[in-house]
Structure formats: structure tokens, C-alpha cells
């Protein structure tokens, strides 16, 4: 892979407590391209978020390295650390701000709320759609527009590598379909790079342009699928009815029944039988 964003080689991580070890991490490899949207699947409790922290730098790694490499464009010589952006399960907005206030929290606490920041922050809320909600409060709001809003704070930041952990797994299935093409959407449109955490196998071959499956605990990877669909436009909702789309969808829901964390529905036989 030429020029990876992201590089990890042979992450080991585990938890140690006063009642004992939790291997979360085994032998962890893989590397990002910028601008490449990779989802990674998993069983319950593998170490999917464990993976996300230490990319963030929150934990370190107990062993292995990872590596990151932002040369910017026009000076290709310099590298520097890349800015990450994570986004959670919960959209972490606190009620007593606006959203307006909410979005630009991050800028204030880095202490980047320049005039052309807050311009910013004004612009994306009226790309989606959350200008005339500004004055609101969380609660005023729906969960999927509580999540753009989320999202808007975490770009305001203008991040190379965004982490995204179930950022959709609060969300009732409707919601769920349409925020996440509007975020998928956004994130294509400004060009990031970024690694989505989901048990949805739909979301993530109609997101994703590769997929990690991960083993059950502790995780090592099971198998590293790209994702090639073939449908005009670049919507989600459209990319479920690509050709190739079920092919993919049995191959991960084999290689996630063979991991057993999916109980597969028992068919009841007919008593004639
Ligand atoms: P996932 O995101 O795939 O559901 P996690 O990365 O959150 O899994 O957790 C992996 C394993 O590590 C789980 O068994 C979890 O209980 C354990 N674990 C997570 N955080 C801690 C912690 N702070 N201390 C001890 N064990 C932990
Ligand atoms: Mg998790």
C-alpha cells in the first residue's frame, strides 16, 4: 500500500485489574490509506473500542508500534502527526449549552474559536440542516440530529483520521439508514479518512471500502475484505441493492457465525417431519 495514513504492526493489548488479566488485543496488523473508509465488525467484548483508544493515543499499546504519516501535500518531505477525530456511541452534547454552543466546544477548548471557525461551524450547520436549531437545546432535538450535530463538532476540528465507535447504535432503524448516509456523505465529500466500529453488517459494506473482521476475544484479525460494488452514485441506501452486495453479506455472516457470537434463528420443523 503506498503512502498508509495509519500503520499498526503487532498490537498485544490487555487489561490487567486486581481480579485479573483481560486479553484484548492479539497480534493486531493493518494499515489505512488517506481517504480510505474502513469498518471494522466483531463480536461483542473482542476489543473493538480497546482498538480505537490506542489509535486515538488514549491507551497505549502493551506491545507493537503504530504509526501515523500525514506528509501534507505541498511539502511531501514533512511529516507530521495526523489530527484525530473520535466520535462515540453517544453524542456527549451537554444540555445546558445550544448546539450551536455544543459544536464549537471543541474549538474553545483547543482554543481555535477564531471568527472564521464559528463562520465555519454557522456553514456546516446549514449544510445539514441544523441552522434554524441553533438556539435549541439537545433535548428540542432528534437523536439523528443530535448525532450530525455531534459529528459537526468532532469536523469542526478538521480532522485527518476520524473513529467512529457504533456512532449509530442509539439510533431506531430508520434514523439509523438515513443519518448514516448523511454522515457517510459528508465524510466522502471532505475527503477523510476514517474507521468505523459496527455490528451492522449492512452499514458496513454499504459504507465501507474495506472491512476488518475481527476474531472473539482476545481479537486477532479473521479475515481483511475490500469492497467493490458496482452502482452508480455514491449513496448507501443504493449500494444495498448492488449486484455484488449479498455475495459480500454471506461471506461476513459466515465468517461471523463460524466466530459463534451470532446465534443463528432455529427453524422450528414442522411436527409432520
Ligand atoms: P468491544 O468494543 O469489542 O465490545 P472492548 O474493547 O470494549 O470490546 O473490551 C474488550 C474486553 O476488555 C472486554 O472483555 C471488556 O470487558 C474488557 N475491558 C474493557 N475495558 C476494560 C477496563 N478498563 N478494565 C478491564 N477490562 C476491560
Ligand atoms: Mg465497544
Known sequence: MTNPILELNDICYSYHSPKGETDALSHISFRVKKGEFLAIVGPSGCGKSTLL????????PES???????????????????R??????????????TIYRNVILGLEINRQLTPEKKERALELLKDYGLYKFKDKKPGELSGGMKQRAALIRTLLLDPDILLLDEPFSALDYQTRLSVSSDICNIIRSTKKTAI????DLSEAISLADR??????RPARIKCDIPIHLTISGNSPLASRNA????GYFNQLWKEISDENYIQLPQIARPASE
Open 196 to 199: 468505523l466500529v459496527t455490528h
Open 84 to 97: 484525530i477525530g473520535y466520535m462515540l456511541q453517544h453524542d456527549h452534547l451537554f444540555e445546558w449549552r
Open 211 to 216: 472491512i476488518l473482521v475481527l476474531s472473539k
Open 243 to 246: 449486484p455484488e452486495y449479498q
Open 53 to 60: 483508544s490506542i489509535i486515538a493515543g488514549l491507551i497505549p
Open 64 to 82: 507493537g508500534e503504530i504509526h501515523f504519516a500525514s506528509a501534507p501535500e505541498e511539502n511531501p518531505e514533512k511529516r507530521c502527526c495526523p
